[in-house]
């Protein structure tokens, strides 16, 4: 089912009488040639609109009126063939001629929009071309005619080249990445009996070493653990210290923008559907220069019933992600690249609602940064803090992350793992490294620690999207054991060639990778232990310790707590001051408890990860008291098309 695009609801017909001239205007020769196809077929009134309309926009005419929801797809191939001479290439499945063309370079095909095919009088092409592409083919025929070319319309030659090459683009978006780099992929760690031989050889050692030298076992592990953690909080504080970055940027003109592809994977999300459309549409982009590709999975029903509802325009397509492989988010954003057309791609989330100048602050930072920079970041926001405890937490969290610390490591030019939505790509920098690894359940810390060894630079944009935190403890645990192991899946791809590591990124990047993703391991391991030794203390009534290393034992778990909540307080609380949330501040008093919810999704993690390691536990979403409506497109200054009464439907 990869690449079958669901069927969009047609546009608006044409002119009720095709045929016949405007009899208001005159027809105009100057039109251009994606547009002069149509005389005729739309009064030239519209014709005339969707030519400003275009030289504002730097598109083509023709995707103008496509966009408008004037003409739709197959008229445009229609009307063009007729302009330039040219045969409509058969679309039936009886009729068609087959292409020439190994499924293995179908994700080529793609991006090139010419095949070649074999009919009844020999070798022959088929082409989709729109917008200015239109003008250069008429050009080229002018100079050299092509009797062995015809036209179709580029959804009906994706279609096809997605149905050719439909297995060989389902094992690429599952393990392309794994045959290419095995050594960057989740998919060649040890699994399931494996692992938990691994994990009970270094218990059982552990627990021989700890019978032996009980003390010294137990002051090394505790000590080792505490450098590590202490480092980790040391890194977060160090982030409080650097300035906010807030830059003023200027607004590209609508015509020097490129095409901007947005990827939506969907699963379970219908509830949801008319929000994440109506924010999409509410983007401030060009809609010609948009291609959202909105990918739902194969027994999806009804998601793919809600998309179906909502008459999307025609910057929307729908695609069916691939049943090879794991049913993982990332697979489905690898399935969706091939069909993306924008140099530059995004990712969000069903439940986003993403400010409507986020595309244009990232292309602003794109500028700024200059060809090495990858990715940029927007910063997530959760909507929904006040709908319980555990979401005021979260809240808290992404505050402290996205607020303070992300922006301070890309000011300090250190590694970052990324978010998982609002991710922003130089599409060349994402496919040299590798897109998405679809056996990692957190593709996005993953996908950063990859750019960064491989020299590209990643930033974070002031530009906000608001996010819907979990409301109900299960459906927290279950999201944050998927993030945990996800993050162990990171450390084990990463760890296991530490002296390549090191020479890719350097000693102070690759120290920092290790922190950021070794560290809420030790720290969710690290805090029960040092609460329990502190508790216990207190309840002895905090009398003297006798040997050397049980005092220095327990000095290591005050220093701990201590250090750990009064940096994890400091974080949050200058996060919430960014953020303009302050008064939310109180429920840090309860941390201790949100932390040992923590250590609880870490052991969670480890035994999932030897049990179903690939698992990917779904987020419900739309559950939430406190949504925010999604925006409303500010009215655009271009005036609308012309519609005079009767012309059509």
């Not at 909507?383 to 000011?411: K, T």
Request: proline share 8%.
């Amino acid at each position: 089912m990869l690449g079958e695009a669901e069927p969009r609801r047609k546009a608006l017909p044409f002119h009720t009488r095709p045929n016949l001239p405007d009899p208001e205007l005159p027809s105009d020769p100057s039109l251009p040639d994606e547009l002069a196809a149509l005389r005729g077929l739309v009064p030239e009134a519209t014709l005339r609109w969707a030519r400003r309309r275009a030289r504002h926009a730097g598109v083509g005419g023709d995707e103008v009126l496509l966009q408008a929801g004037i003409v739709d797809a197959d008229q445009l191939a229609q009307a063009h063939a007729r302009h330039l001479g040219l045969p409509l290439a058969p679309t039936g499945r009886r009729d068609a001629p087959p292409l020439l063309l190994a499924p293995e370079q179908a994700r080529d095909a793609l991006r090139t929009g010419v095949v070649a095919v074999r009919g009844e009088s020999g070798l022959g092409f088929v082409m989709a071309p729109r917008g200015k592409a239109v003008r250069k083919l008429a050009d080229a025929l002018k100079e050299a005619p092509r009797p062995d070319l015809s036209l179709t319309a580029p959804e009906r030659l994706r279609g096809r080249i997605a149905a050719l090459g439909r297995a060989a683009l389902a094992r690429e978006a599952a393990f392309g990445l794994g045959a290419r780099s095995p050594r960057f992929s989740a998919t060649s760690l040890p699994r399931g009996v494996t692992l938990g031989a691994v994990l009970a050889f270094a218990a059982v050692s552990l627990a021989a070493l700890g019978w032996l030298a009980p003390e010294g076992l137990s002051l090394c592990v505790l000590t080792a653990l505490s450098v590590v953690f202490l480092c980790a909080m040391g890194l977060r504080l160090a982030g409080c210290l650097v300035p906010e970055a807030m830059a003023a940027p200027a607004r590209l003109e609508d015509r020097d923008l490129p095409v901007y592809s947005l990827l939506v994977p969907l699963y379970r999300e219908a509830t949801i559907v008319p929000r994440l459309v109506a924010a999409l549409r509410a983007l401030d982009y060009p809609p010609e220069k948009l291609d959202i590709k909105l990918v739902v999975e194969p027994d999806d029903v009804e998601t793919r019933r809600a998309l179906r509802a909502e008459a999307l325009p025609a910057c929307f397509e729908i695609l069916v992600a691939p049943m090879v492989g794991p049913r993982t988010k990332p697979k489905a954003l690898n399935a969706a690249l091939p069909f993306a057309r924008g140099s530059f791609v995004a990712v969000f989330d069903a439940e986003d609602i993403p400010a409507p100048g986020q595309l244009r602050a990232a292309l602003e930072a794109f500028g700024r940064g200059g060809p090495n920079l990858a990715c940029v970041q927007a910063r997530l926001v959760v909507e929904n803090a006040r709908d319980s405890w555990i979401a005021r937490h979260f809240a808290i969290e992404y505050s402290a992350q996205f607020d303070v610390l992300l922006p301070a490591l890309a000011a300090m030019r250190l590694p970052i793992l990324l978010g998982g939505t609002s991710n922003h790509f130089r599409r060349g920098a994402l496919e040299a490294a590798g897109a998405w690894d679809a056996f990692n359940v957190t593709e996005d810390a993953d996908l950063g620690l990859r750019l960064a060894r491989a020299g590209w630079e990643i930033d974070v944009i002031a530009a906000d999207t608001l996010e819907e935190a979990p409301v109900r403890m299960g459906a927290w645990l279950r999201q944050r054991t998927r993030w945990m192991k996800g993050w162990a899946q990171t450390v084990l791809v990463h760890a296991r060639d530490p002296a390549t590591l090191l020479r890719e990124m350097g000693p102070a990047r690759a120290f920092t990778a290790a922190l950021l993703t070794a560290g809420p391991f030790v720290a969710m391991t690290l805090h029960p232990i040092s609460l329990a030794a502190v508790i216990h203390h207190f309840a002895d009534g905090g009398r003297e310790i006798g040997s050397i290393a049980e005092t220095v034992a327990l000095a290591l778990s005050y220093a701990n707590l201590l250090i750990g909540y009064a940096a994890a307080i400091i974080v949050s609380l200058v996060g919430l001051k960014r953020r303009g949330r302050l008064a939310d501040g109180w429920i840090l008093a309860t941390l201790p408890a949100y932390w040992l919810l923590q250590s609880l999704a870490v052991w969670c993690a480890l035994v999932d990860l030897v049990r179903d390691p690939h698992r990917w536990d779904k987020t419900e979403h739309g559950v939430a008291r406190t949504l925010s409506p999604a925006p409303v497109r500010a009215a655009s200054s271009d005036p609308p098309p012309p519609r005079p009464a009767g012309a059509w439907r």
